[in-house]
């Protein structure tokens, strides 16, 4: 809007469509998705752009948002030696730089670091940036994407460069794989637990069944030794006399 004070201050706001799985922001009209998961299609957005002015003048357009179920696997990773906060503020200076490099329409998904904790953002100096391209509303394939990065490495350099007032290097990452869910990690934690535990009951078991033969065989010969001393009537000597007789006579004397 060329209008200067309020008649030129434009405020962004979705009119009608898929407000529920998308925003915008009503400052600078960047349409974010909110929740689409599982979904896949066309959206249609209608899209209203207002003066704040006395007179309030409004204009409307039709976005149309495609969402496609498969673009996880188009992801690219691309790795800056730069602050993440830094390339945040800078972000969409990166996605020009990167659109005109590679020649393709670029999406950048997801800006993050490897340090998870907020307060330390501004002290990492590793940037992680995932993007689509898109080429005639068609997702370009991951290794095409690779290969042109690869080329243009140094010309996507040169120009963060002026970006970012600094030195900068741009590396392609392999991207992370999907992280193990909450409830399969406590899974696999008990089921662990659950293993040592039964080998610790089994080895148990078997160290008292050994302990228990052990000694069930020293009292079965102090038991026979017993039998064969006089408690056997049937025991003899190796003459063939009966023992038994003669430990009993031997007892009442």
């Not at 979904?39 to 976005?63: C, H, I, M, N, P």
Request: aromatic content about 6%; overall charge negative; hydrophobic content about 40%.
């Amino acid at each position: 809007d060329p209008d200067s004070g309020d008649n030129g201050l434009l405020l962004y706001s979705l009119v009608r469509g898929q407000t529920n799985e998308f925003d915008i922001n009503e400052k600078t009209g960047q349409i974010f998705t909110v929740s689409v998961a599982g979904k896949a299609g066309t959206f249609s957005l209608e899209v209203q752009a207002a003066d704040q002015g006395t007179r309030k003048l409004t204009a409307q357009t039709t976005v149309k948002v495609t969402v496609d179920s498969s673009s996880s696997s188009n992801i690219v990773l691309l790795v800056l030696n730069q602050k993440v906060n830094v390339v945040e503020r800078n972000i969409a200076e990166v996605q020009r730089v990167l659109e005109d490099k590679l020649g393709w329409n670029v999406y950048i998904v997801d800006v993050y670091s490897k340090e998870f904790e907020r307060n330390a953002r501004s002290s990492t100096d590793e940037t992680h940036l995932k993007i689509i391209a898109f080429e005639a509303n068609q997702e370009v394939p991951a290794e095409d994407v690779k290969r042109k990065l690869r080329e243009q490495k140094g010309n996507i350099e040169v120009d963060l460069e002026k970006v970012f007032s600094a030195s900068v290097s741009a590396a392609v990452g392999e991207a992370p794989g999907a992280a193990t869910p909450p409830g399969l990690v406590a899974a696999i934690v008990l089921g662990v637990l659950l293993a040592a535990t039964f080998v610790a009951f089994l080895a148990y078991v078997l160290l008292d069944l050994r302990r228990k033969r052990k000694y069930g065989k020293q009292d079965l010969v102090k038991e026979v030794e017993i039998m064969e001393g006089f408690d056997n009537p049937w025991a003899v000597d190796k003459n063939g006399s009966v023992k038994s007789l003669e430990k009993l006579q031997h007892m009442n004397n």
